[in-house]
């Protein structure tokens, strides 16, 4: 069976990230229809931007391509962006799938989901910055994210890395997963660190707020984009099936 995907990606990525994935994806005869760039991580001024003007501008992409029976999947921050544009593109959807994603209750901002210290650090980043935004740490994303390359390709990824809009973290969403009305699936590694195990694990946290979904493990770390994109692209397609 083919699908139709949209992918958004995460925080600091742009739609380019999904490249790699998306040409497996191709292969296989499924169709990648978008892979839009949040508004603030292209090259516009990410000033003012809020999780609103993310959601209002994936939702408008999706509409002005007339989309149907699309496989909407979202990346780590991603899932903020989907949890809020489900039900404005539900007659559209087929499924909506969490890779390593944030999956928030209403009320929620992504902020108030990660631990102490990545919110004191996204705060402080935010703060030195001349325009509210938070550039990833290196060392973060080494240790954290892609621990998985060799230094050379983690400093490549990284260099790619836009700084992110903050508001957009601290923005909560009005809708949660019991107002979806979508199938749902959750892809997880267990070497996906980026939350850190234990209390704020992606894994059981965020799949266990989805009803009924369907739960897909892979492998890789949270950047398994660019590490395991052969692997990301069979996981997202058993979770579409």
């Known amino acids: 069976m083919s699908h139709t995907f949209v992918l958004m990606h995460g925080a600091w990525h742009g739609g380019w990230g999904w490249n790699p994935i998306a040409a497996h ?74 890779f390593s994603a944030f999956v928030p209750e209403a009320g929620e901002s992504l902020y108030d989901l990660v631990p102490g210290d990545y919110q004191g650090l996204f705060g402080q980043l935010s703060a030195a910055s001349d325009d509210n935004t938070v550039s990833m740490p290196l060392e973060v994303w080494q240790g954290a994210f892609m621990q998985d390359a060799s230094a050379e390709e983690q400093v490549l990824a990284h260099s790619l890395m836009k700084p992110h809009p903050y508001a957009t973290f601290t923005d909560a969403v009005t809708t949660g997963p019991g107002d979806l009305g979508v199938p749902t699936s959750y892809v997880i590694s267990p070497d996906d660190v980026a939350l850190p195990p234990g209390e704020f694990a992606w894994a059981p946290r965020f799949p266990n707020r989805l009803p009924d979904t369907r739960l897909v493990e892979t492998v890789g770390s949270h950047e398994s984009l660019f590490t395991a994109p052969a692997a990301i692209a069979e996981a997202l397609v058993r979770a579409a099936d």
Do not use: F, I, K, N
């Not at 499924?30 to 931007?49: E, F, I, K, N, S």
């Not at 209002?56 to 496989?71: F, I, N, Q, T, Y």
């Open 25 to 98: 994806l191709r292969a296989a005869g499924h169709t990648v229809a978008l892979q839009p760039t949040a508004p603030g991580l292209g090259d516009d001024d990410p000033r003012g931007v809020g999780l609103s003007d993310v959601v209002d501008h994936l939702v408008g992409v999706v509409e002005r391509a007339d989309l149907r029976d699309v496989v909407l999947v979202g990346h780590s921050w991603g899932g903020m962006v989907l949890t809020e544009a489900a039900p404005r593109l539900r007659d559209r959807l087929a499924r909506l799938v969490y």
